[in-house]
């Protein structure tokens, strides 16, 4: 592993385990939400993320966690392992709401600067986003995953003991060593 990208809803836990995998493999760690948002939850322009998302794929090493859909297929040419995160919406929900409450008026490790964790309107549009892009999202993650390109290995975990399971598996042959 040398190139991994980590996909899944919101909520499902891609900023953990890529934070764990980048501790236990040395590798690099880039956060879409670092990308999308600028600080005071300002988006950037899909220019500015398409060419700040290619500057990640281009580098020799990197754990890459998140969307950004319209740059999965430069993502997965450059990437070696691809790991879905396929949880169900419930439990994505009832953690996109559990971190909004506990990280409230913070910002989480995996957010920039400037973007404390909220509860407002914002939270409800972002909740509604999740419910109707569940369908179609899952199912384009679903295509990559059962026809990828013969170099990506693919992971699919659908479990917290899964994905504990996995991490348990990655020992030090796995580091990188600078």
């Known amino acids: 592993m ?27 760690v880039h956060h879409m939400d670092h990308i999308h948002w600028k600080p005071g939850w300002q988006e950037r322009s899909r220019d500015d993320k398409d060419r700040m998302t290619h500057e990640v794929h281009m580098q020799d090493e990197w754990i890459f966690e998140g969307g950004h859909s319209n740059t999965y297929e430069e993502r997965l040419l450059r990437a070696d392992t691809f790991i879905w995160l396929d949880f169900p919406v419930w439990l994505r929900l009832f953690r996109v709401l559990k971190r909004s409450l506990v990280y409230y008026g913070r910002i989480r490790p995996d957010l920039p600067e400037g973007c404390p964790e909220r509860l407002n309107w914002q939270t409800a549009e972002f909740v509604w986003f999740i419910l109707r892009t569940r369908v179609k999202s899952r199912s384009r993650l679903a295509t990559i995953y059962r026809a990828p390109p013969d170099h990506l290995k693919t992971i699919r975990l659908k479990s917290l003991s899964q994905v504990s399971g996995f991490l348990s598996g990655i020992g030090a042959d796995d580091r990188v060593e600078r």
């Not at 891609?14 to 934070?19: E, F």
């Open 2 to 28: 040398k190139r991994v990208m980590i996909v899944g809803g919101p909520g499902s836990g891609k900023s953990t385990l890529a934070r764990l995998l980048g501790e236990r493999t040395g590798l690099p």
